[in-house]
């Protein structure tokens, strides 16, 4: 079956601008979780969607913001972007009966200038 | 407040002998706790998990420890392969997955 599908792979963006990022889960899964993962501080949670609705949330600052549709795909957006924003943002789907295993995309690298 | 700790950033080890990865938690409400392998330009792969009432489990040269009174979990490799050169992530669950910092594996040949 189909991976974890993230567009686009690449991003570079201008400070101030803004950008949305998609992912598109496993067919079937209705968990999207969103992270950001920057050098030499891992993965850090931005946010976790299930059926439309946002469970859980990290703490990232009001820029950052999700949705979810109705065929799980999931969109992530930041706006006024920072040098800081510079990362690699991963999704990852689960179907929270494969005793919590998320399968991840190949993410979005952001790079802000 | 980091809840997950991978404290050893880096890891070498020869071809054929165990690595063993460490990780300690802070947060004793974490039910379940999973590592996963990540290379280069990929996103990270699931390796192995554990629920937090087992003390062991194990699949292939692939390992994981609990020890829950200790809060400390490791990763037990055995033989190791240059394949498993990598980027280690501990993560735990409580309503969410929480991930460490990682842990870069070079395999030594």
């Known amino acids: 079956k189909a991976g974890v599908t993230q567009t686009p792979r690449y991003l570079i963006k201008t400070r101030g601008q803004q950008v949305t990022l998609s992912c598109s889960p496993i067919?079937?899964?209705?968990?999207v979780s969103w992270y950001q993962q920057t050098p030499g501080q891992g993965l850090q949670f931005l946010f976790e969607y299930f059926s439309e609705t946002q469970r859980n949330k990290g703490n990232f600052p009001g820029r950052f913001s999700g949705r979810q549709f109705s065929n799980s795909r999931s969109e992530m957006n930041v706006s006024t972007l920072e040098l800081g924003d510079s990362a690699l943002y991963l999704c990852?789907?689960?179907?929270?009966?494969?005793?919590?295993?998320?399968?991840f995309g190949s993410g979005t690298r952001l790079t802000v200038v | 407040d980091q809840q997950v700790k991978q404290n050893s950033p880096s890891l070498s080890v020869q071809e054929g002998r165990i690595s063993i990865l460490n990780c300690d938690y802070t947060n004793s409400m974490f039910d379940y706790f999973l590592w996963y392998k990540k290379y280069p330009a990929e996103g990270p792969t699931f390796l192995i998990s554990i629920s937090s009432i087992k003390d062991k489990n194990e699949d292939g040269r692939f390992t994981v420890f609990l020890n829950k009174s200790a809060k400390h979990l490791s990763l037990h490799i055995v033989p190791s392969q240059p394949g498993d050169s990598a980027v280690y992530f501990c993560a735990a669950r409580d309503d969410k997955i929480i991930f460490g910092k990682g842990t870069r594996l070079h395999i030594l040949p």
């Open positions: 067919s079937g899964h209705r968990s």
């Open positions: 990852a789907s689960s179907s929270r009966t494969d005793n919590y295993g998320y399968t």
